[in-house]
C-alpha cells in the first residue's frame, strides 16, 4: 500500500479529534455527539447535527484493510445514532476489491469524493482583495461560528461548539473583514510542523471580492512562521455542473492535487428501508 496519503489523512484526523476534545460534556450531550475508535478508524457522529463535516469516519483503511466485523460496528455505531446521513472515508491504498465488497454489503455505495491538496511552504500568490485578515480572539469567537455555521448550513446549537476551537492550543483561526465587518472564515491546525487548513466560509453578501484567495494566502504566511513544512487540505471533487470555487482557489493558492479519497454512503434504498 502506498504511503504518500498518512501525513495528510494523520493531519485531518488529528483536527477533527481536537474538535471533539473541545466540546464541553453538556454540549456534546445536547448534540448527541460521540466519537468511537473501530480498529484504525475514528467514528464521529451526532445525533442532532446531520452535516457531514461531523458525521464521518476517518482512517479506515490507513493501517491495514478493516475486518468486516469492524464495518458492521462502524455501520451499528451509526444507526443506533439515527444517523443516516454519514461519510465513511477510504483511502485509495485500501480500496482493494475485498475492502470494496465489505462495504458494498453493509449497505454503502461510493458517493462523491473530496479531494485532498498539499503544498510545501513557499510563499503565497498575492490576493487580489480589498478585504483584510486577521487573526482572532474570543471578542469574534462567535462571529466566526456564525459565519462558518452559515456557509456549512449547520444547526444553531453546533455553532456553540465551533466557537470553542478560538484559543486551542493548535488551532489558529482568521477572519476577512469588510472595515470592521466580519465576512469571512479560515482555520490552521498545527501539528508536528503540518498544517491543515478547514473552515473556511464566506458571507454570501461579500463572495466575489477574493476573501478566500486572502484568507488562503494569510494561513500560508502563518503556517510558515509557525515552522510547517507541509500544508494540507480538501474540497470535494471537481464534477461538471460544478463551478467548485473553493478548487480553483486552493489551486491558485499553490496547492497541489494529491489524491481523490472515496467517500462511501449509506445507499438511498437502505435508508428509505430504515425509516
Known amino acids: 500500500m502506498e504511503r504518500r496519503f498518512d501525513a495528510s489523512e494523520t493531519i485531518e484526523r488529528q483536527a477533527l479529534e481536537d474538535l471533539h476534545a473541545a466540546l464541553p460534556s453538556p454540549l456534546a450531550k445536547a448534540l448527541g455527539v460521540r466519537r468511537v ?17 461531523i458525521n464521518r469516519t476517518i482512517g479506515l483503511g490507513v493501517d491495514r484493510a478493516p ?14 445514532a439515527g444517523v443516516d446521513e454519514y461519510f465513511v472515508h477510504l483511502t485509495e491504498g485500501a480500496g482493494h476489491p475485498a475492502v470494496v465488497a465489505m462495504l458494498r454489503a453493509a449497505g454503502w455505495v461510493p458517493d462523491r469524493g473530496w479531494m485532498k491538496f498539499v ?3 513557499e510563499p503565497a500568490p ?3 482583495s480589498d478585504l483584510s485578515v486577521r487573526a482572532i480572539s474570543g471578542e469574534h469567537a ?5 459565519i462558518v455555521a452559515h456557509g456549512f448550513d449547520l444547526v444553531q446549537r453546533t455553532q456553540d461548539w465551533l466557537g ?18 466580519p465576512v469571512g472564515t479560515g482555520a490552521l491546525f498545527v501539528s508536528n510542523g503540518i498544517g491543515y487548513f478547514d473552515f473556511g466560509a464566506t458571507d454570501p453578501e461579500f463572495r466575489g471580492r477574493g476573501g478566500q484567495s486572502a484568507l488562503l ?6 503556517a510558515r512562521r509557525l515552522g510547517c513544512t507541509t500544508l494540507v487540505t480538501a474540497t470535494g471533487e471537481a464534477v461538471p455542473g460544478d463551478p467548485q470555487h473553493s478548487y480553483h482557489n486552493i489551486m491558485r493558492a499553490g496547492f497541489k492535487e494529491a489524491y481523490l479519497r472515496q467517500n462511501w454512503v449509506l445507499d438511498r434504498s437502505e435508508r428509505r428501508a430504515a425509516g
Open 37 to 53: 475508535q473501530v480498529g484504525g478508524a475514528l467514528v464521529s457522529l451526532s445525533s442532532i447535527e446531520p452535516s457531514i463535516l
Open 67 to 80: 475486518t468486516p466485523a469492524e464495518i458492521a460496528t462502524i455501520h451499528t455505531a451509526y444507526a443506533d
Open 119 to 121: 503544498r510545501g511552504n
Open 126 to 128: 498575492t490576493p487580489d
Open 142 to 146: 462567535a462571529d466566526f461560528a456564525r
Open 164 to 181: 470553542c476551537l478560538v484559543g486551542r492550543p493548535n488551532w489558529h483561526v482568521y477572519i476577512s473583514f469588510d472595515g470592521d465587518r
Open 217 to 222: 494566502a494569510h494561513r500560508i504566511g502563518e
